[in-house]
């Protein structure tokens, strides 16, 4: 997963109870920033901005997740160096809070499953066999 997409599905869902003020404002702070840029980068009206939102809305709609990581591929938002800065940026401040590195998955590759929540996930490969 690019980074932006998992800085702001990880940001969405990480502000946990005992998340001090002070850790919590510097966090929104880097999300905000992040959110801003994509703003200014692509339009206030924009299909990413449209999809940032409804993964606001919904953090564990797994299907507007999908949209988000589709929306960044299409604008080619993962290709810019200034939203990517701002997303490790994020990224970094969701690890600081207390459990913050459990929200961040990423994962590249084949027959991989991803699971969140205290939900399993498995993947089940079967080869037919040739005569």
């Known amino acids: 997963m690019d980074p932006i997409t998992a800085a702001i599905i990880a940001a969405t869902s990480a502000l946990l109870p005992g998340v001090h003020e002070v850790e ?6 880097a999300y905000e920033a992040l959110k801003n840029l994509i ?3 692509f339009g206030r009206q924009s299909e990413l901005v449209q999809a940032v939102e409804a993964v606001e809305a ?3 709609s797994s299907a507007r997740k999908e949209l988000l990581k589709e ?5 080619k938002a993962d290709e810019d160096p200034d939203l990517r ?4 940026m994020l990224l970094k401040q969701v690890r600081m809070q207390p459990g913050g590195e459990q929200h961040i998955q990423s994962a590249i ?3 991989i499953a991803q ?3 205290g939900s399993t996930a498995n993947v089940n490969v079967t080869h037919s066999q040739e005569r």
């Open 85 to 88: 800065n701002a997303a490790e």
């Open 71 to 75: 929306e960044v591929t299409a604008a």
């Open 109 to 111: 590759g084949s027959y």
């Open 39 to 41: 703003k200014k980068k």
């Open 24 to 29: 919590k404002k510097v966090f929104v702070d």
């Open 58 to 60: 919904k953090p564990d």
């Open 115 to 117: 699971a969140e929540q």
